[in-house]
């Protein structure tokens, strides 16, 4: 019976982000799966979250989601903060959930190609050794986690500081120790990690690629990126 009960609020936690999607946000998705049809786009979160549920809205865009609330995440996460002592800034501890997300990545890949070539082989790809050379770009709002955590791993990076007037982001001030007043009122993070996670934002300001103020102009970024990729 917990389970039962358990299961449904997972789902109403899925279908609340649903109805509080930027307006923008599922016109920008079609543009880019039209304009690349071939690119495998995932989530990668530190929550709870989970697109695939979102089947009304977010589920036929994304192809696979990594967490750190999932098994494996949460020992990784527990470390992490056991050590946050000692990061002094350095965001590349941050890397272990973008190396998971490239192995489903790699999964999913291979998974195609072997749908489209005879023969093809079925032995894993193994990071970095058999890695391929497409393009990876990690969109995100969190200066530290987002942006620093993939730079370490090479994904290019850009840095969603939307504009506070039309999508009243808070992101930028959620671990200002300066800037308390942002935090929210159910916040439960205690002031060192708050300081530690401002000084890997500071850190990882010089690793972001392209900083984006409104959502309708992602595609064009992404193009943008991958131009001058080639």
Not at 35 to 40: F, G, K, L, S, V
Not at 92 to 121: C, H, P, T, V
């Amino acid at each position: 019976m917990v389970r039962a009960v358990s299961t449904a609020w997972e789902m109403e936690r899925h279908h609340s982000a649903e109805r509080h999607l930027y307006p923008e946000v599922l016109d920008v998705l079609k543009q880019i799966k039209q304009e690349h049809p071939a690119a495998i786009i995932g989530a990668v979160t530190d929550g709870r979250s989970n697109p695939l549920f979102m089947t009304f809205t977010l589920a036929p865009y994304f192809d696979f989601r990594c967490s750190w609330e999932d098994d494996q995440g949460k020992a990784r996460r527990q470390e992490f903060f056991q050590q946050l002592d000692s990061t002094a800034g350095d965001t590349s501890q941050l890397s272990w959930i973008y190396d998971e997300a490239r192995y489903k990545y790699a999964e999913l890949k291979q998974a195609a190609d072997g749908m489209k070539m005879e023969g093809f082989s079925s032995k894993p790809l193994v990071f970095p050794d058999t890695y391929d050379d497409r393009v990876w770009i990690h969109v995100g709002d969190d200066l530290a986690f987002d942006v620093g955590g993939s730079a370490a791993c090479g994904a290019k990076t850009i840095y969603a500081e939307l504009d506070g007037k039309k999508y009243k982001q808070s992101a930028r001030h959620r671990y200002d120790p300066d800037q308390s007043n942002h935090q929210p009122s159910w916040s439960t993070t205690p002031e060192k990690e708050l300081r530690k996670r401002y000084e890997m934002a500071q850190a990882a300001e010089e690793k972001v690629d392209v900083k984006l103020k409104y959502l309708t102009r992602l595609p064009e970024v992404i193009n943008d990126i991958l131009k001058a990729s080639e």
